[in-house]
């Protein structure tokens, strides 16, 4: 049981970088590999500032500021020199691995005896439940931030950049910074995915990060899969879907490995379910 607890924790953890996907690839239909770097920025961030100060607030804010930082670079890159989005993507999460590097001086950082997140709500004596009901509670707040900023002016203009660039600008909005800005966000949710789950495994890696804009991806296609069974459409209702997403795929990462299979195999596994996501709705259109 608790191993299947552990894996919604997981999952709880990722909901923060499902939003930043959610963000990037259906708002603004832009393919940003950036995430693979900001996430493990944020990672870095985290075990540099509580190894050093021993301030969760702090580590969870600048986490926050270093991948908003990150996701802008990747806009501007895009937006002002004209790059193409996926080469400007993979453009910071190249420079962002020498960063990470760099902000470590190795390529490990362990956190044990450091205070972390999971150190609050100690009303509640079970470790497993505490942790549980911190990702928990992070996760409403994360949604009810979202669903607040996507239907402001600010949120419906991002909305609207994504769905006709052209019209937007026509009605006098600066469609390059919604996009950088879009991706600020995007990038900043990620990095506190990659603080949480930091904190939560114990320590950062400098490879950590890698290949995890598939499980994002993969993610937010399990949720809009199972909004469009339910035929809801609603902003609401499609946060939801990706956090039910994110559960959902480490559930079935967890099955996979209850069952036997190599964790050498885990990426692959990973790259088969978002295959099968992403290509099954196409092949049912066609039968």
Same mark, same amino acid.
């Given at each position: 049981?608790?191993?299947?607890?552990?894996? *919604?924790?997981?999952?709880?953890?990722?909901?923060?970088?499902?939003?930043?996907?959610?963000?990037?690839?259906?708002?603004?239909? =832009?393919?940003?590999?950036?995430?693979?770097?900001?996430?493990?920025?944020?990672?870095?961030?985290? +075990?540099?500032? #509580?190894?050093?100060?021993?301030?969760?607030?702090? +580590?969870?804010?600048?986490?926050?500021?270093? /991948? =908003? *930082?990150?996701?802008?670079?990747?806009?501007?890159?895009?937006?002002?020199?004209?790059?193409?989005?996926? &080469?400007?993507?993979?453009?910071?999460?190249?420079?962002?691995?020498?960063?990470? !590097?760099?902000?470590? /001086?190795?390529?490990?950082?362990?956190?044990?005896?450091?205070?972390?997140?999971?150190?609050?709500?100690?009303? *509640?004596?079970?470790?497993?439940?505490?942790?549980?009901?911190?990702?928990?509670?992070?996760?409403?707040?994360?949604?009810?931030?979202?669903?607040?900023?996507?239907?402001?002016?600010?949120?419906?203009?991002?909305?609207?950049?994504?769905?006709?660039?052209?019209?937007?600008?026509?009605?006098?909005?600066?469609?390059?910074?919604?996009?950088?800005?879009?991706?600020? #966000? +995007?990038?900043? !949710?990620?990095?506190?995915?990659?603080? #949480?789950?930091?904190?939560?495994?114990?320590?950062?890696?400098?490879?950590?990060?890698?290949?995890?804009?598939?499980?994002?991806?993969?993610?937010?296609?399990?949720?809009?899969?199972?909004?469009?069974?339910?035929?809801?459409?609603?902003?609401?209702?499609?946060?939801? /879907?990706?956090? *039910?997403?994110?559960?959902?795929?480490?559930?079935?990462?967890?099955?996979?490995?209850?069952?036997?299979?190599?964790?050498?195999?885990?990426? !692959?596994?990973?790259? &088969?379910?978002?295959?099968?996501?992403?290509?099954?709705?196409?092949?049912?259109?066609?039968?």
């Amino acid at each position: 049981m608790n191993f299947y607890l552990s894996a *919604i924790m997981l999952g709880l953890g990722f909901v923060s970088l499902g939003f930043g996907i959610f963000i990037s690839m259906r708002i603004f239909n =832009i393919p940003d590999i950036t995430t693979d770097g900001s996430y493990t920025l944020g990672g870095v961030v985290t +075990a540099v500032i #509580l190894s050093k100060y021993s301030s969760v607030p702090m +580590a969870l804010m600048l986490s926050f500021i270093a /991948g =908003i *930082i990150a996701g802008s670079a990747t806009g501007f890159i895009n937006t002002k020199l004209k790059v193409n989005a996926l &080469l400007a993507g993979i453009l910071i999460m190249t420079a962002l691995y020498s960063v990470n !590097l760099s902000l470590m /001086g190795r390529s490990n950082i362990p956190l044990i005896n450091l205070p972390t997140v999971f150190d609050w709500f100690s009303f *509640i004596n079970d470790n497993s439940m505490r942790q549980f009901s911190i990702l928990l509670f992070i996760t409403i707040l994360l949604v009810a931030f979202l669903s607040w900023l996507l239907k402001t002016d600010f949120g419906i203009a991002m909305r609207a950049t994504g769905n006709s660039e052209t019209m937007v600008r026509a009605m006098g909005v600066d469609t390059s910074r919604m996009k950088i800005m879009g991706l600020a #966000l +995007a990038n900043g !949710l990620t990095a506190v995915s990659g603080s #949480l789950i930091t904190q939560y495994q114990g320590f950062a890696d400098i490879n950590m990060g890698i290949g995890i804009v598939i499980l994002g991806l993969g993610s937010v296609m399990i949720g809009e899969t199972m909004m469009n069974l339910l035929k809801v459409n609603s902003l609401f209702f499609r946060l939801i /879907g990706v956090i *039910i997403g994110t559960v959902v795929f480490r559930l079935i990462l967890a099955v996979a490995l209850s069952l036997g299979i190599d964790p050498n195999y885990l990426k !692959l596994i990973t790259a &088969l379910i978002v295959l099968a996501v992403v290509s099954l709705p196409n092949l049912r259109k066609k039968v």
